[in-house]
């Protein structure tokens, strides 16, 4: 029997991405630690709906169904959306996705992050795989070749075969290992909010190109819509503070009224925008996941998608790995090599079509216009899109 503090893995960060590792690599037989520094807000459907909403994608519903947490988050309070429709502003030229083309039920489920997030933690505290060091934070690690050990703030101990880091984009863990990471800080904040429209939202998430950047309404299982809005940081400090009324109108003209107008709104906030990607995924005994390895521009709403793939690509190599060595050197470059090309290309995959949709250059918008409205006219580059969101 292994010593109490001796792990095949240690998980740092129990957000949704590093829950989803700790408990799928638990179910795969090792014996897990998870640590993180306060357990996840609590979750009641009797709340207002969580502000920080995802648009999970197919394979993260996949990821979820086979660790039996989706059912749970499912029936609580999701929203599916079945088709979706992305206009520009500069021409009119549009773009339609509809989930039947694909012979699916739906595109993806709208969720809370914080539904995800306590779901997944009732799921660990029953999972005898996992221990649970809550609150705990990692202070310095060593690795001696074998194992890799951390030292936390309560000056306890834990030693595993592998340690991985899904404490977020300022990652500490990170930078303890000098692990660089590239990038830079949008010209833009994220204005979030829960709206209601005269018309039903038709179980559609809605995209528009404006100069100033992006804003998506996004279907909620209550019939509301969630709005993700993309603005120069002054302009969404604005919006954020002006009076509701006034608020309501513009956000109206922003969105050219599709849903008729908009008839109020939840509490209104705003998050700061960036895209990094760190230099490398792996070091001794370490990998990185999640917001850790990289940060991309919501637009698309890939970002925690794109982690739970990290999750499906690290339980695949460190349980297959030979000898059963989580941590082995093959193990975790056959991780690296699976998910470091994809992020990348999304991540700036992503800040190119930012950048592409924000320009007012009148050839470039005329231009992007064609390109709109030749893919919508060609249905099988629509699907490649369709399933490359899907994660297949």
């Known amino acids: 029997m292994k010593p109490r503090n001796v792990f095949d893995v240690a998980v740092v960060g129990a957000g949704m991405v590093g829950s989803a590792c700790a408990l799928a690599l638990a179910r795969q037989g090792l014996r897990v630690a998870l640590v993180e520094e306060r357990a996840p807000p609590v979750w009641n459907i009797a709340d207002e709906v969580d502000l920080r909403v995802v648009a999970l994608a197919p394979s993260s519903v996949a990821l979820f169904a086979r660790l039996g947490v989706w059912a749970a988050i499912r029936d609580a309070r999701a929203g599916a959306y079945r088709r979706m429709h992305v206009w520009d502003s500069g021409n009119g030229a549009a773009i339609d996705f509809d989930a039947a083309d694909g012979g699916a039920a739906e595109l993806g489920f709208i969720v809370e992050n914080k539904l995800i997030q306590q779901t997944l933690w009732h799921a660990l505290q029953n999972e005898a795989g996992v221990s649970l060091r809550c609150p705990a934070r990692v202070v310095a690690t060593e690795d001696d070749g074998a194992a890799r050990t951390l030292r936390l703030d309560d000056d306890g101990r834990l ?111 705003e998050f700061p925008l960036r895209l990094l990607l760190a230099e490398r ?29 990290d999750v499906d690509a690290l339980v695949d ?28 290309i999304s991540a700036w995959g992503m800040d190119g079509i930012n950048r592409l949709f924000r320009s007012e250059f ?15 006219a060609l249905s099988p580059l629509k699907q490649l899109i369709v399933r490359h969101a899907a994660g297949r």
Do not use: K
């Open 159 to 269: 030693v595993a075969r592998l340690v991985v880091a899904a404490d977020g984009a300022s990652s500490p863990l990170r930078q303890m290992l000098d692990i660089g990471a590239g990038g830079h800080v949008y010209d833009q904040h994220a204005l979030v909010a829960h709206v209601r429209t005269e018309r039903p939202h038709e179980d559609t998430a809605w995209q528009r190109f404006l100069p100033g950047g992006t804003l998506a309404f996004l279907p909620l299982a209550d019939g509301r819509c969630s709005i993700v809005w993309s603005l120069p940081p002054h302009e969404c400090r604005r919006l954020r503070e002006i009076e509701e009324t006034a608020f309501l109108q513009e956000l109206g003209c922003a969105f050219d009224f599709r849903l008729g107008p908009v008839l109020s709104t939840s509490a209104r906030a």
């Open 281 to 309: 995924y792996i070091a001794p005994r370490f990998a990185l996941i999640g917001d850790a390895a990289h940060q991309v521009h919501p637009l698309a709403g890939q970002g925690v998608n794109l982690g739970l793939r």
């Open 317 to 344: 190599a460190a349980a297959g790995a030979a000898g059963r060595d989580p941590g082995a050197v093959t193990a975790l470059r056959r991780y690296e090599r699976r998910r470091r090309s994809d992020n990348t």
């Open 362 to 376: 009148e050839p470039l918008v005329f231009a992007r216009g064609l390109g709109l409205r030749a893919v919508n």
